[in-house]
DNA sequence: AACACCTCATAACCACAGGTTATATATAAC
DNA sequence: GTTATATATAACCTGTGGTTATGAGGTGTT
């Protein structure tokens, strides 16, 4: 561009007010301040722009053809301006969400709710797709945030945040069998375990146990939704292998027992990631602030 | 508007390049200088506009958002500067001439067409009205420049520029009984006369040598054409008065004879007016640098 | 006609925004 | 490992864009 582009400011604003001496009172500065400036403008551009007169100044023919474009081009400075303004009060915009099933339904459900109402105008769209797919979106930037549970394979530039720590337990009704029962390492072989799928990040932590023990497990069902499992173990389908804080209800209310073990289920985390290369993003920040609230609380 | 507009010109050009460093080769100064204009557009936004990368940078969701209006805008501004330079290079635009029926056949007719092959693309209207019409329509704006005859009363805003000396004289063809005569004031009052209608600029000069010397003429015709008063004379029908220098190739190839006075008719001004608060349009200055090109050759 | 009250232009001066160079840090590429 | 390249940071300097004071030229009111 052939000049600076605050003399098109002052420019729009002569134009605006037809007066040099106007233009300088809305700018806040003084008036040589602005004579200066479009003496420069006209010597940059090597055109007359304004007709000075005694009452104020008029446009000339170039200053006209020149107005037609930046008047357009100021307005829409003035209005991507307000975009940013709108983006940072939460007035519009769009959060992606990436997280699995469990998650979703037993923990993040009324943050989303909470969210929404809070900022009735963000778009919430949740990726409900396995950590490894939510870890790809999020690496080209379709997802926000991810939900996932540790341990899992994390690429080294996302940030980890720990929100709960979580903890697997067995769980029965109390019609069971093995409702009073201790349960060791070799019993889980012969229980009628009724877990989540292989692959879910919240089953990483049994299989690493069980690979370690060298214990080959034989499952009665592998379901891909975590409120089937515990709805199993409710019915007296088995044994379901659930989140301690995640059943929570039922465990109060005596619907679930939980099975004492003989061996140590390690504990798990309860994360989220953030890609370091995105972060900063007004909309995901006020979403975090929502979970973090919480975390204060407790 | 929030912020410096010279920093949304660095901000598109660094979008256009994906990079800092590429933008600050673009805009030609040092890379850390593009690295502070971003850091301080992001402060007065109060946003992140950019994922900073070691292989350059990609825009935020928030970067993104003010990149859809800027980069309008900014594709404005450089159409505007194209306007101008194109309206500097005479490749657009209008003039505006005044100027009455005379002025325009005997003068200006040659130099207009030259303008057109000059400057093709300049739309050239022509007002011909007479000169009190022309002054209005200059002090609006509609006219650029005004052709007309001195003496004549001109606005003091207006800046009169001389072109040429003109001289009235009185014709009459080969046959006339007038042809060898030595015609006194009083031999006017008797006189055939053809000539323009009474409030032609054209004929300012003869009215005022009239008043002053108390002469009542009795015209034979009043004619709106200085064209058709040569014919009339050419003709044999009475006595025109006319421009010497107008009617130049005729009395050269004499078909026209110039009648011997005993008084002497002032001479009079051919000139161009211009409202001195609307000075210095490129396209009127090329025109006017046409006539002046003419001036130095006489 | 004299007056106050406007306009924009000019001159002399000053501060800091926006540039500079040099260097650090981190990563990609080979 | 080594090299090349990206952005960030620090310290410094210069020129742009501001300032105040003043002037010249018009309008409009009494």
Chains 1, 2 share one sequence.
Do not use: W
């Not at 720990?162 to 029965?172: E, F, G, P, S, T």
Request: some cysteine; aromatic content about 8%.
């Amino acid at each position: 561009m052939k000049t600076n582009l605050e003399l098109y400011k002052v420019f729009y604003y002569v134009v605006k007010n037809r007066s040099i001496t106007g233009a300088s009172n809305e700018l806040m500065v003084s008036q040589p301040a602005v004579t200066k400036s479009i003496k420069v403008l006209e010597r940059d551009l090597n055109t007359t722009l304004f007709n000075r007169n005694k009452t104020g100044v008029t446009l000339t023919n170039a200053g006209e053809l020149l107005y037609n474009k930046i008047k357009k081009s100021m307005d829409l400075i003035i209005s991507a301006e307000e975009d940013i303004t709108s983006l940072n009060n939460m007035e519009q915009g769009t959060i992606n969400i990436g997280a699995g099933n469990t998650i979703m339904q037993r923990y993040l459900m009324p943050y989303i709710r909470e969210f929404h109402e809070l900022y009735p105008n963000i778009n919430v769209i949740v990726h409900t797709v396995v950590t490894p797919e939510l870890i790809k979106r999020a690496q080209v930037g379709l997802v926000d945030i991810v939900f996932t549970h540790l341990p899992n394979d994390v690429p080294s530039n996302f940030k980890i945040i720990k929100l709960k720590k979580l903890h697997d337990i067995l769980v029965v009704n109390k019609d069971s069998k093995y409702k009073d029962k201790t349960i060791s390492k070799n019993d889980l072989k012969e229980l009628p375990l009724v877990l989540l799928p292989f692959d879910a990040s919240n089953r990483k932590n049994f299989n690493h146990f069980c690979s370690t023990n060298n214990i080959v497990i034989n499952p009665l069902m592998e379901i891909g939704n975590d409120l089937i499992i515990e709805d199993c173990a409710l019915n007296g389908l088995g044994v379901g292998l659930v989140v301690r804080e995640y059943v929570k209800n039922n465990l109060d209310n005596k619907n679930l027992f939980e099975l004492k073990t003989s061996f140590n289920l390690k504990e798990k985390d309860l994360v989220y990631l953030i890609d370091s290369n995105r972060m900063n993003n007004t909309i995901v920040n006020n979403f975090i602030k929502l979970l973090e609230h919480d975390l204060e609380v407790i």
